[in-house]
């Protein structure tokens, strides 16, 4: 059995998700949400807020999702301290093309999320969700961060028929690099569904992908470099680290692609990533690229693709106390509950990043899409 590493009792999930059930029956109310089955552990949405293409598909929803004792008891059994929680793409209305129904469930939600977390303030961590694409995206950032008092955000990768790097987002990025925020990028739909449409592929293969795509067009059209936001990737950025040398090859070799000062890896070095990767050799790869200093801990909790040993995660990657207690929890409290006028502070050191040993080498979505 791997040990528990060292500040394990002070752990800092930064990727869970919670449907609070306020929003659930605002949803309800309105003809958007069939919650009949909720005691089974299943709602389901109206498909202009879930983004699943049908209003019959199954959401797991298990009691961890809006109960707050179920949730805290779940915690306790993997050994998180706390929990920095985002509403899922779910509820978001990721590919609906209406602002004024995007805008009022997203702040139904936001607000709902803010309550739930407010019932456990030493243990749960609100991130208020961003709608991307959205004229309003900036304004519910600023709303969040200032009336809700919530301490990060989330922000999906393409809303309203927009990829995330489309002018309309140009406020969203100016408040988030002029803020350094704590901002979790979490796929909100996955691209090709045409071909994934079996054996759950949407989640397993279609998020990494849309993680990738959606931080590329980031990376390649300058955004980053422009104002860089404090952005920490779910799912450990996907298929992105795999890409960091075909990226910056095509910025040194093709024109079309180079619109920044500097190669792609720069960037990528600058992001932020979570543990849900699910692989010791894949963590202990990407802990390597990028510092024990940029990676933090994620569990995608309490969905039934998650990480529910994380202690065990980090332990097994062998690191020294002090690099596995970043990402444990140092990471996140330094990113999470800075002062207000203080800049996120210096990552891991050069030193601490070479002491990481590298690894040894549209069509209707099927009910697998609601299951993540």
């Given at each position: 059995?791997t040990p528990h590493p ?351 040993p590298t690894p040894a ?12």
């Amino acid at each position: 059995m791997t040990p528990h590493p060292s500040g394990a009792r002070r752990a800092y999930d930064v990727h869970a998700h919670a449907m609070p059930l306020p929003v659930l029956r605002f949803l309800a109310d309105r003809g958007l949400a069939d919650l009949s089955a909720l005691p089974s552990g299943v709602v389901r949405l109206d498909h202009r807020v879930s983004g699943l293409g049908r209003d019959d598909v199954p959401i797991p929803c298990p009691p961890e999702q809006y109960d707050i004792t179920a949730r805290l008891a779940r915690m306790d059994r993997e050994g998180v301290a706390r929990q920095a929680v985002s509403l899922p793409p779910f509820l978001t209305c990721s590919t609906t093309r209406h602002e004024v129904f995007v805008r009022e469930i997203v702040t139904a939600g936001n607000d709902a999320l803010a309550a739930f977390c407010a019932a456990a303030p030493d243990r749960l961590t609100p991130l208020g969700t961003v709608p991307i694409g959205s004229r309003a995206a900036a304004a519910e950032a600023q709303r969040c961060l200032g009336e809700l008092e919530m301490p990060g955000l989330a922000c999906g990768t393409r809303g309203m028929g927009r990829e995330c790097d489309h002018p309309v987002n140009d406020p969203l990025w100016e408040l988030l690099g002029d803020t350094k925020v704590f901002t979790l990028l979490h796929p909100s739909t996955a691209p090709a569904l045409d071909r994934l449409g079996d054996y759950w592929l949407p989640q397993l293969v279609g998020y990494p992908m849309e993680t990738a795509l959606a931080v590329s067009r980031l990376l390649l059209g300058g955004t980053l470099e422009r104002h860089e936001p404090v952005l920490c990737l779910a799912h450990g950025g996907g298929c992105l680290p795999a890409l960091r040398g075909r990226l910056d090859l095509g910025w040194h070799t093709k024109p079309v692609a180079r619109h920044t000062r500097r190669p792609p890896r720069h960037g990528l070095d600058g992001l932020y990533y979570d543990t849900a990767v699910f692989s010791t050799s894949q963590l202990t790869s990407l802990v390597a690229d990028v510092g024990p200093g940029h990676v933090l801990l994620g569990t995608d909790s309490p969905f039934d693709l998650s990480d529910t040993t994380p202690l065990r995660t980090v332990g097994a990657l062998g690191l020294p106390a002090d690099h596995a207690a970043l990402i444990l929890h140092r990471n996140a409290t330094r990113l999470l509950h800075r002062r207000p006028d203080a800049p996120p502070g210096p990552a891991a050191t050069g030193d601490a990043r070479r002491s990481v040993p590298t690894p040894a080498a549209a069509p209707r979505p099927t009910h697998q899409e609601a299951v993540r």
